[in-house]
Nanobody, 120 residues
Framework: QVQLVESGGGLVQAGGSLRLSCSASGSIVSINDMDWYRQAPGKQRELVASTTRGGSTNYADFVKGRFTISRDNAKNTVYLRMNTLKPEDTAVYYC??????????????WGQGTQVTVSA
């Protein structure tokens, strides 16, 4: 069984910063891409940033220059540093990872989400 657990969300004023963490645990053999998504009320879930096992990164245009994704492969953990936050960044942020286990093989797993609220 694999679990992804996010932490680091909260309430922050516009212009502030937060750092999200997501740790994967369980019978993990390997992890490929690790991603952050977000979903605002009444909107579809959207990709925020992604990183490969080798460290390559991609960002949605709406966070480029403000957010930084990174990962620690030894800890099976991915981070999202969010700077210059805007009220429109308010959403539930979800971690997603492509993980290989002996019982299942490759599969996508999701965390439970962490709320980020940015006040004007």
């Amino acid at each position: 069984q694999v679990q992804l657990v996010e932490s680091g969300g909260g309430l922050v004023q516009a212009g502030g910063s937060l750092r999200l963490s997501c740790s994967a645990s369980g019978s993990i053999v390997s992890i490929n891409d690790m991603d952050w998504y977000r979903q605002a009320p009444g909107k579809q879930r959207e990709l925020v940033a992604s990183t490969t096992r080798g460290g390559s990164t991609n960002y949605a245009d709406f966070v480029k220059g403000r957010f930084t994704i990174s990962r620690d492969n030894a800890k099976n953990t991915v981070y999202l540093r969010m700077n210059t936050l805007k009220p429109e960044d308010t959403a539930v942020y979800y971690c997603n990872a492509e993980i290989f286990t002996l019982g299942v093989g490759w599969a996508d797993y999701w965390g439970q989400g962490t709320q980020v609220t940015v006040s004007a």
